[in-house]
């Protein structure tokens, strides 16, 4: 599951480190669309900047995150990698329309209501797998989830699929990696709450005053 998640400066650099060997007139467009980031939480219905292909190179625009509901329904703006490619709603777009949602982190909310953040303890920013769609008013995204690792399962039983850095353009860019990434594990993550953080990758934890 991924409802929710939050973009601030750190988003930004480490888009404008992945853009910056396109050639400059393609640089310069997914520079325009970085400096459109504003630090804030990013809710299902708002527009967001994600990477994407452009002409065999990854670029950066915003789009729309949630496909619309069948009669009236609620956004779509997850799918299950599991079950993905079996959706004819989603298929052709996880075949030829494949894109990475960056993050600073993410939230979840356990069975309790807590709000859960969750982070890379190794990098600023963590990236995320989706795909897209062409509607009349432009482009809409949805994130993929896969089953929770041990870091989230003490919250969800889902969570998105995270890829690492190498693997970014391996997925927008690869038709071939498409199905193994779909079954990949993400990485531990670090979990906080208003009273506690906890990381996986030591034995520490914070009380928050």
Known sequence: MCGRYY????????????????????????LKAVDRIATR????????????????SICCGWQ???????????????????????????????????????ASWFYEWNPRKEKNTFRREDM?????????????????FVILTTAANASME???????LILEREEISE???????TESILHRIPCL?????????ISLFGTRIYLLK
């Open 154 to 160: 003490p919250v969800h039983d889902r969570m998105p």
């Open 124 to 140: 600023q920013v963590l990236f995320m797998a989706g795909f897209n769609r062409q509607y009349e008013d432009g482009e809409h």
């Open 171 to 177: 997925w927008i860019l690869d038709g071939t990696k």
């Open 41 to 56: 939480e990013v809710f299902p219905g708002n527009d967001a900047p994600v990477l994407s292909e452009r002409d065999g």
């Open 189 to 197: 993550l670090a979990r906080e709450t208003d009273y506690e953080q």
């Open 7 to 30: 973009v601030d400066d750190d988003t930004a650099r480490e888009i404008e480190k992945l853009v910056w060997q396109m050639d400059e007139k393609k640089r310069q467009e997914s």
């Open 64 to 102: 729309h995150w949630g496909f619309p509901g069948f009669q009236g329904k609620k956004l779509i703006f997850n799918a299950r990698c599991e079950s993905a490619l079996e959706k004819p709603l989603f298929r052709d777009a996880i075949l030829h329309r494949r894109i990475v949602v960056p």
